[in-house]
C-alpha cells in the first residue's frame, strides 16, 4: 500500500513541475510551491531508492531554498540518502561516479 502513495507522490510531483511555467499564483507562492515539489519529489524517490534522481532532486529544491534552516534539512536528506546508498550497495566497492554524484 505505502509503494502506491509513493508512486502517487512522484507522479503528482513530477506533473506539478511540467506545468510549473503556466502556473498563476504570484511569483513568490510559484517559487515555494516549486520547492515543495522538488523536495517531495527526492524524498519520494529516495524512499523508492531511486538515489540518483533523489540527489537531483534535493539539490534543486536546495538551489531554490532560501534559509539557512531550509537547507540544512535538506543536507540532512542529502546524507540520509548516500547512508542509504552506500546500504543498499551490494557490491564491496561502489562506483564511485554515483557516489560523486550524490555528494556534490
Request: hydrophobic share 40%; aromatic share 6%.
Amino acid at each position: 500500500m505505502k509503494m502506491s502513495f509513493l508512486v502517487e507522490c512522484l507522479r503528482d510531483c513530477t506533473r506539478a513541475l511540467l506545468i510549473s511555467p503556466n502556473y498563476a499564483k504570484p511569483v513568490l507562492q510559484m517559487e515555494i510551491c516549486l520547492l515543495q515539489a522538488w523536495y517531495r519529489r527526492g524524498k519520494a524517490n529516495a524512499s523508492l531508492n531511486g538515489f540518483e534522481d533523489a540527489v537531483h532532486d534535493f539539490n534543486v529544491a536546495m538551489h531554490l531554498e532560501e534559509s539557512l534552516s531550509g537547507k540544512r534539512q535538506i543536507e540532512r536528506e542529502l546524507k540520509l540518502i548516500v547512508d542509504q546508498y552506500k546500504g543498499n550497495n551490494s557490491v564491496d566497492q561502489p562506483d564511485k561516479d554515483v557516489l560523486h554524484t550524490l555528494v556534490e
